[in-house]
């Protein structure tokens, strides 16, 4: 007779936290010392430099771990901005940290999808809440603060507690008009800001396999302000696809040391396809979860996250007519090109209504070429939209688009707490972007519909 | 370990980190004086005038949601604020404020009955908050977490860790 091994089944997280701590198996709970695959940081940069030089180390321990990219107040408002980046820039030198991203590369969670530094089944931590958002290509993706970035850098290592796991599933395609984000936006409205604390979220079901890659991007990013660890989108051929002809481009300048999978040999399309399905983790189908949600996508409509909190979610139609003076589309959540596309659908051929600004930044520069190529950018400036350099633009209040007192902003990114965007006295509604787009014509908040066929 | 006592400072659900210091100051801020000089600037703008040291703040659920920027606790620290009593906690944030000495303790109980401006005691070695409404236990720390507050920190904790390379 054989005899049939029967571990217990395991989430992902256990899956990924196992394979980053070098164990066989880890339970909920159990804390684990663990060895990211990639460790990132943005602006915020100097300041971890200034924490870990208290360890007296000359060299950091990982420098081929380390990501760093210059979004968040990029380029530099002030002269303190410029020193803060210039201290990044000699950090970098001094320490031959090769993955460095310059001003106007675009947002890191953007940047670093698009130079696949991150890979299925990987775990990247990094000193960002939105770290969340590798779980689009089946890594482990967690936000830690500026010390434990320092940590990292000093030893390679951190604890993590193996989070409960909790399942939210989406049966049936998105009907016309309804996104991600909308999806995304009723999660947190139903369950709360807290609805997924300390918990790992596995997304799966029909609606999420028809997704394009762009769109599951929305859904890890979103779910930070769902206060989880990481959240989680199985990776399929779409999503190996597009990792293996980036790291095929990035392999054909040279820069091989990134794949832990390589063998001997030059990469071939192929092989890259099959390392990228060897590293993949799936959760066991009989793995415990706390929770399962269901929804039905065509029960879903588009939403609104009223000020000043991301779970104050309202029906569009419950706040159509708003003033607004502000339109911004961008941001990690929502900068892409398939968001850019949706925003050209709505305004081209149109105008910004007077009184109203339209500010949109580009996720990357990738995001930007692709939008000049296909003429989404030419659109938009023909229509009143003001094009920012590609990053984080005014999410986070630094700079390029800070509301008045008084002033509404509609955006598409993916917080609205009382003074984000750099004034306490200004009301922030987050939206799809092809909400923001309507609304940045209309001058009100108000459904697209009623703007192209209006 | 110590027993903390001091004022409580009283808030609400979902208190985020924007709130408890502005990204607008995020990558400029230096030294202690300057970033406690932010602390909940856009919550309570009376909490820098008259916060005393060893007061406590205390919350609802979810208290430091929002972004992973550490001033969001270490403003509290640098400001005296000995402890942060809530129904629950953002994850990083707790991190945080472990990762800066700063006790964060789940006590729902305790974070309901308070209330502002009463003099509440943590003690640290029975676990138990005391306050006007009585004594609520809370959770001890694992051994790790306990291991670094009490080093004053995780740089401080690890430093024993880390080699020199030079």
Known sequence: MTTISSSPPQTFAQKAIARAGGLDRVEVGQIVDVRPDVVLSHDNTAAIRRIWQQFGQARVAIPERIAITLDHAAPPPTARHARNHAEIRAFVREQGIRHFFEVGRGICHQVLSEEALVLPGQMILGADSHTTHFGWLGAFGAGIGRSEVAALWATGELWLRVPESMRIVLEGELPPGVTAKDFALRIIGDLGADGGLYRSVEFSGSGIAAMGLESRMVLPNMMAEFGVKNAYVPPDEKTYGYLAKRLATRYAIGDREMDRSERDGPSTPRSLLADLKALALFPDPDATYVATHVYRAQELEPYIACPHSVDNVVPLSAVAGTRVDQAFLGTCTNGRLEDIAAAVEVIRGRRVAPGTRFLVIPASSQVLQAGLERGYIQALVEAGAVIGVPGCGPCMGNHMGIPAPGEVTISSANRNFRGRMGTADAAIYLANPAVVAASAVAGRIVDPREVVEG | ?166
């Not at chain 2, 001091?6 to 990204?23: Q, S």
């Not at chain 2, 030294?31 to 309570?44: N, V």
């Open chain 2, 1 to 166: 370990m110590p027993t903390l006592t001091g004022r409580a400072w009283k808030y609400g659900h979902n208190v985020n980190t924007d709130v408890l210091f502005p990204g607008k100051y995020t990558y400029t801020a230096r030294g202690r004086e300057e970033i406690a000089r932010h602390a909940l600037e856009d919550l309570d703008p009376r909490f820098v005038q008259e916060v005393q040291p060893g007061d406590v703040i205390v919350a609802g659920r979810n208290f430091g949601c929002g972004s992973s920027r550490e001033q969001a606790a270490t403003c509290l620290v640098y400001n005296g604020v000995s402890a942060v009593i809530a129904e629950s906690f953002g994850r990083i944030f707790y991190r945080n404020a472990i990762n800066n000495g700063l006790l964060a303790i789940p006590c729902p109980p305790a974070a309901q009955a308070i209330q502002p401006g009463e003099t509440v005691t943590v003690d640290l070695e029975h676990h138990l908050i005391r306050c006007a409404a009585g004594e609520f236990p809370f959770p001890p720390l694992s051994d790790t977490l306990r291991g670094i507050v009490e080093a004053g920190g995780l740089v401080a904790y690890i430093r024993g860790k880390v080699r020199s390379n030079e």
